[in-house]
């Protein structure tokens, strides 16, 4: 079940166009597995999801310098290969948060040159810290600086090595579909520093300036604002995290001359990224490359979810579909959601489903929990789509309520595959077609696919109820 990039498409190896639909998997805590974690993949399969971003650690990987953890690599290959046997592509995704495990998850004590600065241990939102914690700015400075660990070795030195091992470990998981070398990249330092400039800039036109407290500016100062933090943030992009991205396509290049396989390098941008500041990354000429971007509305992560902009969120994406675009690359929505279980959650689900669906972009909801297969509140994140098609996809679009499909199709000849959660009881196109039903797993379930042949090459409408 191999995927190939191909322009902006995968394509699986029959050349059909794969839409990707799933969810994140971040155990955070070590030993970084879920107890009993293959019980959720018939539910991963019921719900539709061929797609997981499984996070890794480097910490786990790497828990002295220079000592890789076979085991642990062993452990996440078990998973991987789970995964291929239910249909389901993967993304490795190297996951931080602050920076480090001892704060949240992401480098070993050891690679964590912290210097034992101050850290704040009750922030308001967890990622306050970033900005709050002279620890962690120093940790990432120091990062990003290559300074050596207590083997005398660079930590960026150490951590391309590490990649190098991992993508030999997994050359044979035919379906993980590209490697991912940090979750959302801090720059230390320079986020403090452009923060405190664009404030003080700010505050020189309007003294009561705060951009905590909404009540103390106008929106074009907000935009003001922003511009300062954007332009610098695109130059460090630009620089230190694509001398990164070179740095671990290199690693990628050398474990495929072991393998005789180089794994796609997955991008997004810098952790603000995940907001409605750009990204200055740019194409890799050396290596696949697959676009990845995050994106929340302000409330993430904080008990104001009924205040959810889906205003800002539609324009966040619109940002994101520009930068895609002009990179020309595979895209998958790679961290959204991170809703709580409310009365509220499926609607903004939907919302979300529906600007990938407009984009035809892959998907990765942010993030899986054991007992979310048995909430109904997240009962909308199984939802109709073109797991694969014959030709060029158009357009598709899933009505919940309606329990209705449709999608158009520039059609060849070949097996299209869709994935509905109903029991369809109506197909129709303009152009001929053949098609059968199968149950997903369950045959008391309506979980069905749809296996779909278009007699005739042209464009077609398909319409299913």
């Known amino acids: 079940m191999k995927l190939t990039v191909n322009g902006t498409k995968f394509l699986d190896e029959n050349g059909r166009e794969v839409i990707l639909h799933g969810l994140n998997v971040l155990c955070r805590k070590a030993p970084h597995f879920y107890p009993e974690f293959e019980k959720a993949f018939p539910y991963f399969k019921q719900a539709g999801f061929n797609l997981l971003r499984f996070g890794i650690f480097w910490r786990a990987v790497e828990p002295e310098p220079g000592v890789i953890d076979e085991e642990y690599l062993q452990h996440v290959k078990k998973i991987l290969q789970l995964a291929e046997k239910y249909g389901i592509y993967i993304m490795i995704d190297m996951h931080q948060d ?85 979750n959302e990249p801090f720059m230390g330092s320079v986020a403090r520093q452009v923060f405190g400039e664009a ?22 100062e907000v935009a003001a604002f922003m511009g300062i933090v954007a332009g610098k943030f695109l130059e460090w992009d630009k620089t230190v995290l694509m001398d990164f991205y070179h740095r671990i396509a290199r690693a990628l290049i050398r474990a495929g001359e072991v393998t005789g396989r180089v794994f796609p390098l997955i991008t997004g941008g810098n952790i603000y990224c995940s907001t409605d500041l750009p990204t200055g990354i740019s194409r890799l000429d050396e290596i696949q490359q697959i676009y990845a971007p995050h994106g929340y509305d302000s409330v993430v992560d904080s008990d104001r979810y009924e205040n959810y902009n889906k205003d800002n969120v539609e324009r966040l994406y619109a940002n994101k579909k520009l930068t895609a675009d002009a990179l020309a690359l595979p895209t998958i929505a790679a961290e959204w ?129």
């Open 199 to 220: 404030t003080m800039a700010a505050m020189q036109k309007n003294p009561s300036f705060s951009l905590t407290d909404p009540s103390t500016y106008e929106p074009q």
């Open 98 to 182: 602050l920076f480090a495990d001892k704060y949240i998850d992401g480098a070993p004590d050891w690679a964590c040159l912290d210097e034992g600065l101050y850290h704040p241990e009750n922030c308001t939102i967890w990622y306050q810290a970033y900005l709050e914690s002279d620890a962690i700015i120093r940790a990432a400075d120091n990062f990003w600086a290559n300074k050596p660990a207590s083997d005398g070795i660079g930590l960026l030195d150490h951590y391309e090595k590490m990649w190098q091992k991992i993508a030999e470990v997994f050359a044979d998981c035919e379906n993980v579909i590209g490697l991912e070398p940090m």
């Open 337 to 465: 959601g991170a809703f709580p279980s409310k009365d509220f959650t499926n609607d903004l689900i939907r919302f979300m489903n529906g600007i990938v669906e407009q984009n035809l972009w892959g998907s990765a909801y942010c993030e899986y929990h054991p007992g979310m297969e048995k909430d109904p509140n997240f009962a909308s994140l199984s939802r109709a789509y073109p797991r694969a098609v014959c030709g060029h996809l158009g357009s598709y679009h899933y009505d919940e309520k309606a329990a209705a499909f449709t999608m158009h199709l520039e059609a060849k000849p070949g097996m299209n595959l869709i994935y509905l959660p109903f029991t369809p009881a109506m197909v129709t196109a303009n152009l001929p077609i053949r098609y059968e039903t199968e149950s997903v797993s369950d045959p008391e379930s309506p979980q069905t696919y749809l296996k779909l042949q278009v007699l005739e090459e042209g464009p077609v409408t398909v319409s299913i109820r």
